[in-house]
């Protein structure tokens, strides 16, 4: 699973700058199916039974199979003449069937082990196999590896553990949450998770924020946290202004609360966190194919059994429908709609630049994992602006 887009045709997956064509971030503008080197959820593992899950991952068409609590992934497609193995029949533990002609392949290996129709000496046997991916269970979700089709065991991959976030493997953790797929470029939908400012403004009406009131406006700066997160934190705000010649907005309830409500953090390769008082809500933005991403939604709570309990009840009363239902489908529609470039940035959008920053030098230096990066202040805010590196020659 690999997205290697050529130079002629980068202005064709082009999301930043003022002007299509020439870009401050080449790989981050080249990256329309993401990032290789890393691990990606996937789906909640509940969505993982006994059937086969097929889906579209980086361009690719993949299917998941479970069996005695493992977990597999293979390429959507047999090797004889294309089929979807998905549509197959499961007729030998650890092996599964092409629907088609009976080719059976193992599990682990994806190695034919029986061509049905062919009898029980098929001359392919051991010869021919379908492409498998690494995939694992943990944390109550599906991951699978995104590199360069190596093969599941490689010492080259690296531990699942490395790319969850580790409030996720805790063991007094409960987790539940959303998979939905989405239309709109991933890089949108990530941008728009670590965005300033659309929260205190599209978000205003939502269900979800009813009985808070939220800043009219929030300046932050961009700082480093341990696991390789960077983090918006605010240097200055207010809950209502006098915007001259027009008046005071927002107007005040004095029913609504004003605290603050999250605490906002992205890292590698499209993960977002954001601190909601005692429980912590994560984001991803999984590729499909261009212009489409799986959004994951994921909450977690930390406590002994009874507050888990609790939470949970909490979750599908309410949170999951009002929270990861309608308060975040104001962002599906936005992302759907998101066109660029051209753009033209404001204060705000410090952090998404700070964001195509740290992806840049990321993938630039050949990286994966977290990475050592300089924020830049609040002050002196950098605007997106048509010099360096030219996508055309």
């Known amino acids: 699973m690999t997205a290697s887009t050529s130079p002629s045709a980068l202005s064709d997956t082009q999301v930043t700058g003022i002007k299509r064509g020439t870009t401050r971030f080449p790989h981050y503008d080249a990256a329309v199916l993401g990032a290789a080197g890393y691990w990606y959820p996937v789906m909640l593992s509940r969505q993982l039974g006994r059937k086969p899950a097929a889906m579209k991952l980086f361009g690719e068409d993949i299917v998941f199979f479970r069996e005695e609590g493992k977990v597999f992934a293979w390429r959507d497609r047999c090797p004889h003449r294309g089929i979807k193995l998905s549509i197959g029949k499961k007729e030998f533990p650890g092996t599964f069937s092409c629907r088609y002609h009976g080719w059976t392949f193992d599990l682990a290996s994806g190695v034919l082990v029986a061509a049905l129709t062919d009898g029980p000496k098929s001359p392919l046997c051991g010869k021919v196999r379908v492409q498998t991916f690494p995939a694992a269970e943990r944390a109550g979700l599906i991951w699978i590896y995104r590199g360069d089709g190596t093969a599941p065991g490689d010492g080259t991959v690296p531990s699942v553990e490395r790319d969850i976030p580790t409030e996720l493997l805790r063991s007094d953790a409960s987790i539940d949450g959303r998979v939905t797929t ?199 805010f950098e605007q997106s602006s048509p010099v360096s590196a030219p996508l055309h020659p």
Not at 197 to 216: E, M, N, Q
Not at 274 to 292: M, R
Not at 333 to 340: A, D, G, K, L, N
């Open 182 to 380: 989405r239309r709109g470029d991933w890089r949108h939908a990530a941008e728009n998770g670590f965005d300033e400012g659309h929260g205190k403004y599209l978000h205003r009406d939502s269900i979800f924020v009813f009985f808070l009131h939220p800043p009219a406006w929030v300046h932050s700066t961009v700082i480093q946290e341990e696991g390789g997160w960077i983090t918006r934190s605010a240097t200055d705000f207010a809950f209502q202004s006098d915007y001259p010649g027009l008046g005071r907005w927002p107007k005040m309830w004095p029913w609504k609360s004003t605290r603050f409500l999250s605490r906002a953090s992205i890292r590698m390769p499209c993960s977002l966190r954001i601190h909601l008082g005692k429980w912590i809500h994560f984001e991803w933005y999984v590729p499909t194919v261009p212009g489409h991403h799986r959004y994951i939604q994921v909450v977690v709570q930390h406590g002994n059994p009874v507050m888990r309990a609790w939470f949970r009840i909490r979750y599908w009363a309410y949170l999951r429908w009002f929270f990861h239902g309608e308060f975040n489908d104001q962002d599906a529609r936005v992302v759907e709609m998101m066109s660029t470039p051209p753009e033209q940035l404001y204060r705000p959008d410090l952090a998404i630049v700070e964001w195509r920053k740290l992806y840049e030098k990321t993938a630039a230096a050949g990286n994966a994992g977290p990475i050592s990066i300089t924020p830049q202040s609040g002050g002196t």
